[in-house]
């Protein structure tokens, strides 16, 4: 016993605690050896007596079969050479799908509350797209003599003024939905600003383009008879190309940039957003670009140059507050 005593005090500390390396070596030397069964051997038969685990005469049965136990699971546990181990637990199943169900949800809720506020500024666009045809095509039909795109179409400004009365409702209620999105009111000051970029923008997508179409027609024309058919029937496709083509997707843009301002404004330039891809059906590779740019202050432009979606013509994507 003094002996033992001895050896077991004069032991070098790297002795009397053995690297984890050295600890998984011994345990396997030690399950290898015949005095250690191995897993499933007849340390698990049970004895005729009681149906338990037997130690087959050794005194301290049950400390051996708990030792044996815990020996055969820590070999069984440590990883074999080159396991990825840690890979192995950085990519648990789950995680992708939880944030990808997050987002989902986000859209999810955008699109509750804003669908019926596109459904509505797309009616009224179009109410507004079948008047101005009315009016045009009766004064072409007058002005047997006019060539003058101008004279004919009317100031763009007189049709500017009557789309954003048409729509201010729908923008100021689409902005309101986008602040209700990201859980803050959206203050007095941010909503005026953000009508007056809308209406910039109605401008610039609906007005514009099909007032430069439009002008394109008459200059190209020369029908001066009566009631001038031709011309008309060249209008009346244009605005058929406009209603049936053009105005369903410029809604729907003027819905989420109107819906987007929403959020910016609603969070403030001290907060930080990041953008939500809404493929919708279609790929979106700026969406995508902007993604990968992480959070960023509100206001400060994404990789496109955009600080909001949409980032191109049929752009569904959203921005989401940091603490969504």
């Not at 049950?62 to 080159?82: E, N, T, Y």
């Not at 060539?147 to 201010?168: D, Y």
Request: aromatic share 2%; net charge negative.
């Amino acid at each position: 016993d003094d002996q033992t005593a001895t050896n077991a005090t004069s032991q070098t500390p790297d002795e009397a605690h053995p690297s984890v390396e050295a600890l998984f070596a011994r345990l396997r030397e030690t399950s290898e050896s015949s005095d250690l069964p191995a897993a499933g051997s007849e340390l698990h038969e049970e004895s005729s007596s009681g149906g338990r685990p037997t130690s087959h005469g050794d005194p301290s049965g049950d400390a051996v079969r708990s030792q044996r136990g815990i020996v055969i699971d820590l070999v069984a546990m440590q990883p074999s050479s080159g396991a990825p181990a840690l890979e192995a637990l950085a990519e648990e199943p789950g995680t992708e799908a939880e944030e990808g169900t997050s987002e989902s949800d986000l859209l999810d809720l955008r699109d509750s509350l804003m669908a019926p506020i596109e459904r509505e500024i797309l009616r009224r666009a179009k109410r507004m797209l079948a008047d101005a045809e009315n009016e045009i095509l009766d004064r072409v039909r007058r002005q047997r003599k006019s060539s003058s795109p101008a004279a004919l179409l009317g100031e763009i400004e007189e049709h500017s003024n009557v789309l954003a009365a048409a729509l201010r409702a729908q923008i100021r209620e689409a902005q309101q939905a986008g602040a209700s999105f990201a859980g803050t009111p959206l203050g007095e000051l941010a909503e005026a600003s953000g009508v007056e970029e809308l209406e910039r923008l109605e401008v610039e997508w609906m007005i514009l383009p099909l007032y430069t179409r439009l002008s394109r027609v008459i200059d190209r024309n020369e029908d001066h008879s009566e009631g001038r058919p031709e011309l008309v029937s060249q209008l009346r496709g244009a605005f058929r190309e406009w209603r049936t083509e053009k105005i369903s997707g410029l809604a729907g843009d003027l819905a989420t940039r109107s819906f987007n301002l929403g959020v910016m404004g609603s969070l403030g330039p001290s907060r930080s957003v990041c953008w939500v891809v809404d493929q919708g059906g279609l790929p979106c590779a700026d969406g995508e670009d902007n993604h990968l740019a992480g959070m960023l202050l509100v206001g400060e432009e994404f990789p496109t140059g955009h600080v909001c979606p949409p980032a191109h013509p049929g752009c569904r994507c959203v921005l989401v507050g940091s603490d969504q």
